[in-house]
């Protein structure tokens, strides 16, 4: 089935840096990237839509300038949170359309902890 | 506008049915999802419903009304392992992107033994 590999799996970081979490599609190609984050306790978030060869769509509320996304092919999109803080630790997953159980195809999530 | 409820918390006991309930309003209604999630990992897909009606997989049945904007997971024989949230997330082709699901807040279920 379609496979979604998403890295890291968890990362810490100091306060000030940047991270870069990585989701590929291996057996599909991904037309259309989400990037979620989720909260201890709460639902997803959808933070961003990107699709391959454009400019990301965000949600209202998310900095474009923080989270940079990028989708510069069909396999492979990233999501770098820049200058992070403490308040951006949270769980943080891309879903795929392309593939999947009707189309979706979610990695495995990036645990993020900013020190 | 869009907006999704499902309760908060459910408990039931192992062996036992219970019933996770739904309720949607969206302008472009295209499919509705259903979601199991465990703690610290990434949601796995249980259903979906796009014509109103039953689908049954195993242990778990899903249901669609459009035109009450309501649907139900229906899970079987509970067992320890069940004990998850389970989203209830609907894809709206009006949604600025017609590929984009709009998630409910979830429903924590605890089973107890």
């Known amino acids: 089935g379609a496979v979604v590999s998403q890295h890291p799996s968890w990362v810490i970081c100091k306060s000030g840096t940047s991270v870069k979490i990585e989701c590929r599609s291996l057996?599909?190609?991904?037309?259309?990237m989400f990037w979620y984050r989720q909260f201890p306790k709460q639902s997803l978030m959808l933070m961003a839509t990107?699709?391959?060869?454009?400019?990301?769509?965000?949600e209202q509320g998310v900095e474009k300038d923080k989270f940079l996304i990028n989708h510069a092919s069909l396999t492979l999109s990233t999501l770098t949170v820049t200058s992070a803080h403490p308040e951006d630790s949270s769980f943080y997953i891309c879903?795929?359309?392309?593939?999947?159980?009707?189309?979706?195809?979610f990695g495995s999530g990036t645990r993020l902890t900013v020190v | 506008g869009q907006n999704i409820d499902q309760p908060t918390e459910m408990t039931a006991t192992e062996g036992a049915i219970v019933q996770i309930n739904c309720t949607y309003q969206?302008?472009?209604?295209?499919?509705l999802f259903w979601y199991q999630q465990h703690a610290g990992e990434a949601p796995t897909f249980l259903s979906y419903?796009?014509l109103d009606g039953l689908e049954e997989k195993g242990r778990f049945s899903s249901f669609l009304s459009r035109s009450k904007g309501y649907s139900y997971l229906l899970l079987k024989e509970l067992q320890m392992k069940d004990s998850a949230s389970y989203l209830c997330?609907?894809?709206?082709?009006?949604?600025?992107?017609?590929?984009?699901?709009?998630w409910g807040l979830g429903t924590s279920l605890a089973v107890n033994p």
């Open positions: 879903s795929a359309h392309g593939g999947g159980a009707q189309g979706y195809t």
């Open positions: 057996d599909f190609q991904a037309t259309t």
């Open positions: 990107s699709n391959e060869g454009s400019k990301a769509t965000y």
């Open positions: 969206t302008s472009g209604f295209n499919g």
């Open positions: 419903n796009v």
């Open positions: 997330a609907v894809r709206d082709r009006n949604a600025g992107n017609n590929r984009k699901l709009i």
